[in-house]
């Protein structure tokens, strides 16, 4: 029985999430009933990372078998056609051992996070960045964002229905760039907490608009209190850019 690995790409407006709900439209049910389409064949798909509502990707892995050998240009064009006219899009496809697992087996996972800070709406990207109407200190929240990074106890910017078994997570880099009138916040680790990301992002902005010191920022963190955190950012600014396998 052959495993198969896809690379995805989506927009997470119309999504509730990558997974499955009880209401509502799911990427990993959509997912699963195009692959359906091709194979008649009821499967399981297994996804790196559980993004939330609204959230989008631009490397979303997932995995699955199936009981016949397609060609993975085949499997690739067919669920892409089956997809029609989801926003989603299979952007690759490939073969792999029964020993890979598109969650348990990453090393990493890569998200960006997307503000945009002027005075004027976005209109192209209007579900695609979060928009602050002020220039943002990108500088203070750089370094801000720096105290972070390393092995800490997270639980100010845990959601309070995470279900990971520890709030200590090893963040590997958090770093903020100022791209003309846009904000990136780069953050990557092996594994996230449940709206880690958005709670930190949401504090940065906090440190950005000069209503906390980068010092607030780490007092915030030390406090390992879900009251300590600013307001979470909202998901339509986040994608899942990458994901590592070794």
Same mark, same amino acid.
């Given at each position: 029985?052959?495993?198969?690995?896809?690379?995805?790409?989506?927009?997470?407006?119309? !999504?509730?999430?990558? $997974?499955? $709900?009880?209401?509502? #439209?799911?990427?990993?049910?959509?997912?699963?009933?195009? @692959?359906?389409?091709?194979?008649?064949?009821?499967?399981?798909?297994?996804?790196?990372?559980?993004?939330?509502?609204? #959230?989008?990707?631009?490397?979303?892995?997932?995995? !699955? *078998?199936?009981?016949?050998?397609w060609?993975? *240009?085949?499997? =690739?064009?067919?669920?892409?056609?089956h997809?029609?006219?989801?926003?989603?899009?299979?952007?690759? &496809?490939?073969?792999?051992?029964?020993?890979?697992?598109?969650?348990?087996?990453?090393?990493?996972?890569?998200?960006?996070?997307? @503000?945009?800070?002027?005075?004027?709406?976005?209109?192209?990207?209007?579900?695609?960045?979060?928009?602050?109407?002020?220039?943002?200190?990108?500088?203070?929240?750089?370094?801000?964002?720096?105290?972070?990074?390393?092995?800490?106890?997270?639980?100010? !910017? =845990?959601?309070?229905?995470?279900?990971?078994?520890?709030?200590?997570?090893?963040?590997?880099?958090?770093?903020?760039?100022?791209? *003309?009138?846009?904000? $990136?916040?780069?953050?990557?680790?092996?594994?996230?907490?449940?709206? $880690?990301v =958005?709670?930190?992002?949401?504090?940065?902005?906090?440190?950005?608009?000069?209503?906390?010191?980068?010092?607030?920022?780490?007092?915030?963190?030390?406090?390992?209190? =879900?009251?300590? &955190?600013?307001?979470?950012?909202?998901?339509?600014?986040?994608?899942l850019?990458?994901? *590592?396998?070794?």
């Open positions: 029985m052959p495993r198969y690995r896809v690379t995805l790409e989506y927009d997470g407006t119309p !999504f509730v999430g990558w $997974q499955v $709900q009880a209401v509502g #439209v799911s990427v990993q049910g959509r997912l699963a009933e195009a @692959i359906a389409k091709l194979s008649g064949e009821t499967i399981s798909v297994r996804g790196a990372g559980r993004t939330d509502a609204g #959230v989008h990707a631009k490397g979303q892995v997932a995995h !699955f *078998d199936l009981a016949r050998a060609p993975t *240009d085949t499997v =690739r064009n067919a669920v892409n056609f997809l029609k006219p989801e926003p989603i899009a299979v952007l690759d &496809c490939a073969v792999v051992t029964e020993a890979f697992d598109a969650r348990f087996s990453a090393t990493a996972r890569h998200y960006t996070y997307r @503000i945009l800070a002027r005075s004027a709406p976005p209109v192209l990207d209007r579900d695609r960045v979060w928009w602050v109407p002020q220039r943002l200190d990108c500088a203070a929240m750089h370094q801000a964002a720096s105290q972070l990074v390393g092995r800490h106890d997270f639980t100010t !910017f =845990r959601a309070a229905d995470c279900q990971a078994k520890s709030p200590v997570k090893t963040l590997d880099r958090l770093s903020v760039v100022a791209d *003309d009138e846009e904000v $990136q916040i780069v953050a990557s680790a092996r594994s996230f907490l449940h709206n $880690q =958005r709670s930190m992002v949401g504090s940065l902005k906090l440190v950005g608009e000069g209503k906390w010191s980068p010092g607030d920022l780490f007092a915030a963190l030390e406090a390992r209190d =879900r009251s300590a &955190c600013g307001p979470v950012a909202p998901a339509r600014g986040l994608y850019m990458r994901v *590592d396998y070794a």
